[in-house]
């Protein structure tokens, strides 16, 4: 009984033997904190699997993994180019088809933007204001953060503009224009057919520079896009190059959704 008495008088607040131990909340909250570490390393270890949760390959961001299948993109573009050719080296080795339907093949190679297309040509360069701008004319505010990217209106602006002032070609970036070809933005990022661009924007036109410089002058989206320039220092820059070679277009041109002209 001795033995029992001191082992409960250990634990008890006062001395001597039959006194009841006392409820301890913070032995309870010390011992709950302790818990629950417990439980967050060992839920820690069991989601990184002995790697670095920092680097894991699965949590990438979505930005990491659009660069990534802009990349592969441009590769299977360049496969497709290069296995193109390859089968119209082919065909053209023995076609059986004259030298008049050579010529319009030709011809409407041509129209569709899929071979290289050789003249005189500008670029217009479109980029963000800087991100500290403020307004630098009396009478405007100050700027929202819309008012210093590029968005997809304003690249649509210049390729209308030089397609009325006759360009033969256009070249977004690297990659040529064709009747299908979309120009869209996602925030202030460019996706221009499955790649992926960032500011500062480039695109080339071959065609008659003073024709191509006079479109863009009269264009009314591009008026109001040069306000922005002059007040809150957008990107604009207009430089005739020479003569320059646009390349062909190498991606697909299977149409799933147009139907011909009867």
């Known amino acids: 009984m001795s033995n029992s008495a001191d082992s409960a008088g250990t634990g008890a607040t006062g001395?001597?033997?039959?006194?009841?131990?006392r409820f301890r909340p913070v032995r309870v909250l010390t011992a709950a904190v302790f818990a629950l570490a417990g439980?967050?390393?060992?839920?820690?270890?069991?989601?990184?699997?002995?790697?670095?949760?920092?680097?894991?390959?699965?949590?990438?961001?979505?930005?990491?993994l659009i660069q990534q299948r802009s990349r592969k993109n441009k590769e299977l573009d360049e496969s497709n180019a290069s296995l193109r050719s390859s089968v119209e080296s082919l065909a053209e080795s023995d076609d059986g088809s004259s030298k008049a339907q050579d010529r319009r093949l030709t011809r409407l190679e041509n129209s569709a933007g899929t071979q290289p297309l050789t003249g005189?040509?500008?670029?217009?360069?479109?980029?963000?204001?800087?991100?500290?701008?403020?307004?630098?004319?009396?009478?405007?505010p100050e700027p929202q953060p819309d008012y210093l990217v590029?968005?997809?209106?304003?690249l649509q602006a210049v390729?209308?503009?030089?397609w009325q002032g006759?360009?033969?070609?256009?070249?977004?970036?690297?990659?040529?224009?064709?009747?299908?070809?979309?120009?869209?933005?996602?925030?202030?990022?460019?996706?221009?057919?499955?790649?992926?661009?960032s500011p500062p924007y480039k695109i080339t036109a071959v065609g008659d520079p003073d024709r191509l410089q006079q479109a863009l002058a009269a264009s009314k989206a591009i008026q109001t896009y040069m306000v922005y320039v002059n007040v809150y220092g957008?990107?604009?820059?207009?430089?005739?190059?020479?003569?320059?070679?646009?390349?062909?277009?190498?991606?697909?041109?299977?149409?799933?959704?147009?139907?011909?002209?009867q």
């Open 15 to 21: 001395s001597g033997p039959g006194r009841r131990l």
């Open 39 to 64: 439980l967050i390393f060992f839920t820690s270890f069991d989601t990184a699997k002995g790697t670095d949760i920092r680097q894991d390959g699965s949590l990438l961001k979505l930005s990491d």
């Open 120 to 140: 005189k040509a500008i670029t217009v360069t479109l980029n963000d204001a800087p991100p500290n701008a403020t307004a630098k004319l009396p009478g405007y």
């Open 150 to 154: 590029i968005h997809q209106q304003d």
């Open 159 to 162: 390729v209308n503009a030089l």
């Open 166 to 197: 006759g360009a033969k070609g256009i070249k977004v970036m690297d990659q040529r224009l064709i009747s299908t070809s979309a120009v869209r933005c996602v925030g202030n990022t460019l996706i221009l057919q499955g790649r992926v661009y």
């Open 234 to 261: 957008l990107g604009w820059k207009v430089t005739e190059d020479g003569t320059v070679t646009l390349p062909g277009y190498s991606g697909t041109v299977d149409l799933h959704y147009a139907k011909p002209v």
